[in-house]
Protein backbone atom coordinates (compact mmCIF):
# COMPACT_ATOMS: atom_id res chain seq x y z
CA UNK A 1 0.00 0.00 0.00
CA UNK A 2 1.35 3.14 -0.53
CA UNK A 3 1.94 6.22 1.59
CA UNK A 4 -0.51 8.96 -0.28
CA UNK A 5 -3.33 5.84 0.04
CA UNK A 6 -2.35 6.23 3.81
CA UNK A 7 -2.70 9.60 4.23
CA UNK A 8 -5.96 10.07 2.56
CA UNK A 9 -7.62 7.87 4.80
CA UNK A 10 -6.27 9.30 7.69
CA UNK A 11 -7.50 13.14 6.20
CA UNK A 12 -10.57 11.01 6.25
CA UNK A 13 -10.46 9.78 9.63
CA UNK A 14 -9.43 13.15 10.95
CA UNK A 15 -11.96 15.16 9.52
CA UNK A 16 -14.88 12.72 10.77
CA UNK A 17 -13.30 13.18 14.27
CA UNK A 18 -13.03 16.61 13.50
CA UNK A 19 -16.23 17.05 12.68
CA UNK A 20 -17.97 14.79 15.43
CA UNK A 21 -16.21 16.94 18.09
CA UNK A 22 -17.71 20.18 16.56
CA UNK A 23 -21.14 18.42 16.92
CA UNK A 24 -20.85 17.59 20.22
CA UNK A 25 -19.49 21.56 21.01
CA UNK A 26 -16.10 20.59 22.28
CA UNK A 27 -14.00 24.05 22.30
CA UNK A 28 -12.09 24.58 19.06
CA UNK A 29 -8.68 24.69 20.54
CA UNK A 30 -9.45 20.93 21.64
CA UNK A 31 -10.17 19.84 18.25
CA UNK A 32 -7.13 21.28 16.84
CA UNK A 33 -5.18 19.14 19.40
CA UNK A 34 -6.84 16.48 18.51
CA UNK A 35 -6.27 16.70 14.47
CA UNK A 36 -2.79 17.52 15.39
CA UNK A 37 -2.23 14.55 17.38
CA UNK A 38 -4.22 12.34 15.05
CA UNK A 39 -1.79 13.72 12.33
CA UNK A 40 0.98 12.44 14.01
CA UNK A 41 -0.16 8.99 14.42
CA UNK A 42 -0.85 9.03 10.70
CA UNK A 43 2.42 10.12 9.44
CA UNK A 44 3.79 7.70 11.89
CA UNK A 45 1.56 4.70 11.12
CA UNK A 46 1.91 5.59 7.14
CA UNK A 47 5.84 5.92 7.32
CA UNK A 48 6.87 2.74 9.44
CA UNK A 49 3.72 0.46 7.04
CA UNK A 50 5.28 1.72 3.73
CA UNK A 51 8.58 1.83 3.61
CA UNK A 52 11.25 -0.75 2.45
CA UNK A 53 13.27 -3.54 4.42
CA UNK A 54 16.29 -2.71 4.57
CA UNK A 55 18.45 -5.71 3.07
CA UNK A 56 21.00 -7.68 5.26
CA UNK A 57 23.65 -9.28 4.07
Given amino acids: MSFALY ?3 F ?3 IGGVA ?4 LAG ?14 GIGVITGVSRT ?4 ISQ
Fill in 19 to 22: WALV
Fill in 7 to 9: MIG
Fill in 26 to 39: VAPTYVAVACVILA
Fill in 51 to 54: RTKD
Fill in 11 to 13: ALL
